[in-house]
């Protein structure tokens, strides 16, 4: 049996070229279909309490506006936006003292407002502080994470917390919210419970999250500079690494340029999230 030889030609190889050249071009000007990945768990939230009706919550804002000059100042400026979500008001009395919970749903604008008992002191600043995620969340900003096992909860309540409570009191600081008040009532509440497992990876990343929290409200929300002493004395009784990871998170931060866009918010979530190979587990919607 003989063999053939095929010998191209070098115009027939230069058009060959040519035409594969051109159908590159081609194929590259065709868009690809952006995928949108499948979350790895559903989001789902069933408000906790009982829910007051219409005039429970009108005579509760009403209240508040006559008691608190600086709720009446913020509701009345901030309506814009809070008129455009339908809000569902709840009293849930297993909540610890002045504390609450809200999640907004951007998609149909609703809101649910879950509130704990109140101390007089505490009212006006916790609630607006719950409306300011309405706000926040009108800008496009993310007011929920979600986690697709119990074990991660502690971690995505810290991981939201560390930019959505600045962004929150931010705005309640315009209307002259006792804010330094705040972050003492914050600061403390953050050891309450102490500082976790230091050998678990997922408590270290969450005490970092904290750690981030309370620099970014002593410095976007007081206007301060640098790291409070107490904050630097607290992580180092919850070991250097916690500071490590409060470190490294800032850096995220820092180098997203901040978090005065939702989305720089949400690059900074997903940073923190891919960093940690959380994404089978956590997600922001």
């Not at 009403?62 to 569902?88: D, M, V, W």
Request: net charge negative; aromatic share 10%; hydrophobic share 40%.
């Amino acid at each position: 049996m003989c063999k053939v030889r095929v010998v191209l030609k070098p115009f027939v190889i230069l058009f060959l070229l040519a035409a594969i050249v051109v159908g590159i071009g081609c194929q590259s000007s065709t868009p690809l279909p952006t995928v949108t990945p499948t979350p790895p768990c559903p989001l789902s939230f069933s408000p906790v309490g009982d829910e007051l009706n219409a005039t429970q919550s009108t005579q509760l804002i009403s209240r508040l506006q006559k008691e608190s000059l600086p709720f009446a100042n913020f509701y009345g400026n901030e309506s814009a936006q809070l008129k455009h979500y339908t809000i569902h008001w709840f009293h849930d009395p297993d909540l610890t003292l002045d504390n609450a919970r809200t999640y907004v749903n951007n998609g149909n604008h609703s809101a649910y407002i879950e509130l704990g008992n109140m101390s007089p002191d505490q009212e006006a600043f916790t609630i607006a502080h719950e409306l300011a995620s309405i706000v926040i969340a009108s800008k496009g900003y993310p007011t929920s994470i979600v986690y697709c096992h119990p074990q991660y909860a502690n971690l995505t309540f810290a991981l939201l917390q560390m930019i959505d409570t600045p962004l929150r009191d931010s705005i309640l600081a315009q209307y002259g919210f006792d804010v330094d008040k705040r972050y003492t009532w914050q600061f403390a509440s953050l050891f309450s419970s102490g500082c976790g497992d230091p050998s678990n990876s997922i408590d270290l990343l969450t005490n970092g999250c904290d750690y981030a929290q309370v620099v970014l409200y002593w410095e976007d929300v007081l206007g301060n500079h640098g790291v409070p002493l107490d904050i630097e004395n607290q992580w180092l009784l919850c070991l250097l690494m916690s500071r490590a990871e409060g470190y490294g998170i800032i850096a995220i931060i820092n180098d997203t340029k901040g978090y005065n866009t939702s989305e720089k918010a949400r690059t900074i979530f997903r940073k923190i999230i891919d960093a940690n190979q959380l994404q089978n587990e956590v997600w922001v919607p």
